[in-house]
């Protein structure tokens, strides 16, 4: 089963500023281990939301609204993620428990989320074959 665990953004996140040296040498510590032990999928930072855009769709059916950052409330924002493939819950909150602290200043917090299987989604033998051959194409992508 994957999960993600979201890095929530900070004041200084969202100001622009970047890790410092020793964080990013945590964390690419952090990730080794992940690595050796095979459960991790991907892991990112994202840049502050001034530099981001937020589509929404306010009216069902109607034109979705572009707007670009920045976003307010900080708190509710994503700094980063890093997704792993685990095999139950508990072996992910050790993992996540394990992620050395994404800010420090007592602002740093991470949420852990499951993904959803296709197969979860939709019990239509079609859809979930056609989803197959996407995931297939997108591999066959990656290893060009």
């Known amino acids: ?14 100001a622009g500023v970047l890790p410092s040296d020793e964080l990013i040498a945590a964390m690419q510590k952090y990730n080794e281990e ?15 939301s001034f530099t981001g855009i ?11 609204k572009v707007v670009d950052g920045p976003f307010t409330e900080a708190k ?3 700094a980063g ?6 095999k139950s819950k508990e072996e992910a909150i050790e993992w996540a428990l394990r992620m050395p602290d994404p800010h420090g200043f007592g602002q ?7 993904v ?4 979860e989604l939709t019990d239509d033998p079609d859809t979930q074959e ?14 060009g």
């Open 1 to 14: 089963m994957r999960f993600m665990m979201i890095v929530k953004a900070t004041t200084d996140s969202e």
């Open 34 to 48: 992940l690595i050796k032990a095979g459960v991790l999928l991907a892991a990112d930072g994202l840049q502050p």
């Open 54 to 64: 937020r589509i929404s769709y306010p009216e069902p059916g109607a034109k979705p």
């Open 76 to 78: 509710e924002m994503i």
């Open 81 to 86: 993620y890093t997704l792993i493939e685990v």
């Open 108 to 114: 740093g917090e991470i949420e852990l989320r499951q």
């Open 116 to 119: 959803f299987e296709f197969e």
């Open 130 to 143: 056609k989803e197959a051959a996407l995931r297939q194409e997108i591999e066959g992508q990656r290893r």
